[in-house]
């Protein structure tokens, strides 16, 4: 289940139609598909992805989803199942998309790990991981589908 803030809670089909249709509103505009996790540690860890459709210059429409995890505290850990989550979304994604004839929008995966802090020894494993799946990997400061939008709602 995914929520939209204008449009209220969307099942992945539904998503998927909405974003289709935004596109089709001015077809000849250049679009980015991006797709970004965060995490927050609680009790549990609360992971967020977010679906973002960027019309580029034009404003764009995300979408997001919530869930809780039990794991342990490990930072790398938690990482990795950011960005295996962001893939899974993608993956399904990219397959509606070549399904319905927009197989050739690039989709990237905004990954919260950057060249500062506790994730930059990450950054090769992480990145390795998403472009070896054949999407384009995006680190801070690029990468605010996960550190702007995801993260917004994890909190």
Do not use: W
């Not at 797709?35 to 034009?58: N, W």
């Not at 994730?119 to 990468?143: C, H, N, S, Y």
Request: proline fraction near 3%; charge should be neutral; aromatic fraction near 10%.
């Amino acid at each position: 289940m995914f929520i939209s803030p204008s449009k209220g809670k969307m099942g992945f089909d539904e998503t998927f139609k909405d974003i289709i249709e935004y596109m089709q509103e001015i077809p000849d505009a250049p679009y980015r598909l991006i797709i970004g996790t965060d995490s927050q540690m609680r009790e549990e860890a609360c992971f967020v992805t977010a679906i973002v459709i960027h019309r580029v210059g034009k404003g764009g429409r995300y979408y997001y989803t919530k869930d809780s995890e039990k794991m342990g505290r490990s930072i790398k850990q938690r990482i990795f199942f950011e960005a295996a989550k962001s893939l899974g979304v993608a993956g399904r994604l990219a397959e509606k998309l070549s399904e319905n004839g927009f197989g050739d929008l690039n989709v990237e995966i905004h990954l919260d790990i950057g060249q500062n802090g506790e994730t930059k020894d990450l950054i090769r494993e992480i990145v390795g991981m998403v472009t070896g799946t054949g999407f384009e990997a995006k680190i801070k400061p690029d990468a605010y589908g996960a550190t702007k939008v995801a993260d917004k709602h994890s909190k």
